[in-house]
């Protein structure tokens, strides 16, 4: 991570050493908490540059209203040169206007940084665990896991632009039955490759055309020894050569929109080794697993209702609204047990977790919330865990919904998508609603060149940047960080977009958004098209100006570090800056 502070957090360090100077003097109380003072761009660009609540936050344990601390600080600031004023708004919100050769100073500072603008430290290492996708390994991705995995994936990124050791995780969920309706389907195909006709797939088992390629390599590995066997005697065999299979089509898909899992954490695998068994013992000894009966079922009971004692976890002393059980009347473990487990395993390694789940999954956030938290109370460690749910995506094409895919059978692949429209076009529209919105992905809409489809209109103002540079270079112009003090006031407006990035970078991975990045790019590509455009009706204001080399060079210095921003943005979303279109 570079030493240079970019504007906000230089003016931030600005703030507090006001504020150890106002604890000096005394005005303030010592040690008094500032993790709640901010320093961003107002809402209205006219009341200033810089925005700060500091006289809000710290007006009550100064025992003060905060317009009196306000001029308190006010005081202060007005004594930096490179504040022009310091103004008092609403109950004590202060508003600054700094010298223009800041923001000549931060474009220098994109320049000097480059890929590197907007990278922080503020993670300062912390290891993240970030799950995500961790699809069924019954088939092919379908555009059901797709936000998910973009969200996720984005999300990783921001995380480790700011800092953080991140772990991108898959859990293969590979020891429920639906991996045994897997090998039963592969099965059908295995004879199916020896010649047998087996008609219609039988109703329950997975239909699909991708396990023919399956089938076919069972059947050069074991020949027809297992045609006619009983299943006991196969499907312990066909299990994981199904699930491995279906694992490589899941990877390939995943490569297809530019994913790879650092971790593929196996169900089975967990339970072989014991891990829940573990996660058990040590969870009685902490009094939170007890043998009980469930509550009856709410409404009107079955007839064959009857209770069952069972092991339950305390669920309830951390928020759920009934206690879980971890093993189900046979013994064998319940979802809910295996997946206590595995968070457990996960944060044996890890001081935060994230998941990323579909929005159907969202009645299972309370307990695995609650297996978190009892295992961070157990340990005296509490362990950070959020879950982002992601809404369905729903195809349309020519206004209809799409609902069948040749490949598949039943159900639209990712593959089929990517290939249609591009990996870049499906990642930018994932991250153009908020995870929990409702969204609909229409083919003809996220591939028009209009400013209403955000992929286009991002990826025009980076190429638009690229041709202008071209342009120029044929007339013998090149940027230049020589006469910046030149630009207007207009070009400078520009600079002061630009210049949020950093901060919104740390922003949205605190709030683990990573579609604020697909937000503000969109506003940028909007001011950069609108900064461009008014050349066409104002000569003077053209970026390529032949008469004034001086200002022209200036002008292309900005212009190419509203691209590199463009690129840093597009770059943590996965997302490729294209210099044609």
Not at 200 to 212: D, V
Not at 465 to 490: F, H, N, Q, V
Request: aromatic letters at 8%; one cysteine or more; glycine letters at 8%.
């Amino acid at each position: 991570m570079s030493d240079i502070a970019t504007i906000y957090a230089a003016y931030a360090e600005r703030i507090d050493a006001v504020l150890s100077a106002l604890e000096a003097e005394g005005t303030l109380p010592p040690e008094v908490s500032r993790a709640n003072v901010s320093v961003e761009p107002p809402r209205d660009p006219s009341h200033g540059d810089i925005a700060t609540n500091a006289a809000m936050v710290l007006a009550k344990p100064a025992k003060t209203n905060p317009r009196a601390l306000a001029e308190q600080i006010v005081e202060h600031l007005k004594r930096d040169p490179d504040i022009e004023s310091a103004e008092i708004a609403g109950p004590g919100f202060i508003n600054l206007r700094i010298a223009g050769r800041a923001w000549i100073d931060e474009i220098r500072a994109i320049g000097s940084l480059a890929e590197g603008y907007g990278r922080s430290g503020v993670g300062k290492g912390s290891r993240i665990n970030v799950e995500y996708v961790s699809a069924n390994p019954t088939g092919p991705m379908h555009m059901g896991h797709c936000r998910g995995a973009v969200v996720g994936d984005a999300l990783a990124s921001l995380l480790d632009a700011t800092g953080h050791s991140v772990t991108r995780e898959y859990y293969v969920n590979d020891a429920g039955g639906q991996v045994d309706v897997l090998a039963r389907s592969a099965h059908v195909r295995y004879r199916e490759a020896l010649g047998e006709n087996v008609g219609a797939i039988p109703e329950g088992l997975y239909p699909g055309e991708y396990l023919i390629p399956v089938g076919k390599a069972l059947a050069e590995e074991f020949g027809d020894k297992y045609s006619a066997a009983p299943e006991s005697e196969w499907l312990a065999l066909f299990r994981p050569r199904a699930v491995a299979a279906m694992m490589d089509l899941i990877r390939a898909d995943l490569a297809k929109l530019g994913i790879a899992h650092d971790v593929f954490a196996s169900e089975a695998e967990l339970q072989a080794a014991g891990k829940p068994a573990e996660a058990e013992k040590w969870l009685r000894e902490q009094g939170l697993v007890y043998d009980g009966e469930l509550e009856k079922p709410k409404g009107k009971t079955p007839e064959d209702w009857e209770p069952v004692e069972l092991p339950l976890f305390r669920s309830t002393r951390f928020g759920d609204d009934q206690d879980r059980p971890i093993r189900k009347s046979d013994g064998s473990w319940t979802y809910f047990g295996a997946d206590l487990a595995y968070h457990m395993e996960k944060a044996e390694n890890a001081d935060a977790l994230i998941d990323i789940w579909g929005a159907d999954h969202a009645g299972t956030v309370k307990r695995i919330k609650a297996a978190v938290a009892a295992l961070g109370e157990g340990k005296g460690t509490p362990v950070p865990f959020d879950v982002k749910l992601v809404q369905m995506v729903q195809l349309m094409r020519d206004g209809e919904p799409v609902k069948m895919s040749k490949r598949s059978g039943n159900f639209v692949t990712l593959a089929d998508v990517v290939d249609e429209v591009g990996k870049d076009v499906v990642r930018f529209t994932m991250l153009t609603r908020k995870p929990e919105a409702q969204m609909d992905f229409d083919f003809a809409k996220v591939v028009e060149a209009s400013k209403d489809n955000p992929v286009f209109y991002v990826q025009y103002a980076h190429a638009r940047i690229c041709s202008t540079m071209r342009k120029a270079a044929e007339e013998g112009l090149a940027p230049s960080d020589e006469a910046l003090d030149a630009l207007t006031a207009e070009d400078v407006a520009l600079v002061k977009l630009a210049a949020q990035y950093p901060r919104l970078v740390e922003s949205a991975a605190q709030a683990r958004e990573p579609h604020r990045i697909a937000f503000y790019l969109y506003d940028l590509a909007a001011a950069f098209h609108a900064f461009w455009n008014a050349g066409n009706d104002d000569p003077s204001k053209r970026v390529i100006l032949t008469q004034d080399r001086k200002l022209s060079g200036a002008r292309l210095y900005l212009v190419a570090q509203i691209g590199q921003v463009i690129r840093n943005g597009l770059g943590l979303l996965g997302v490729e800056a294209v210099e044609e279109m």
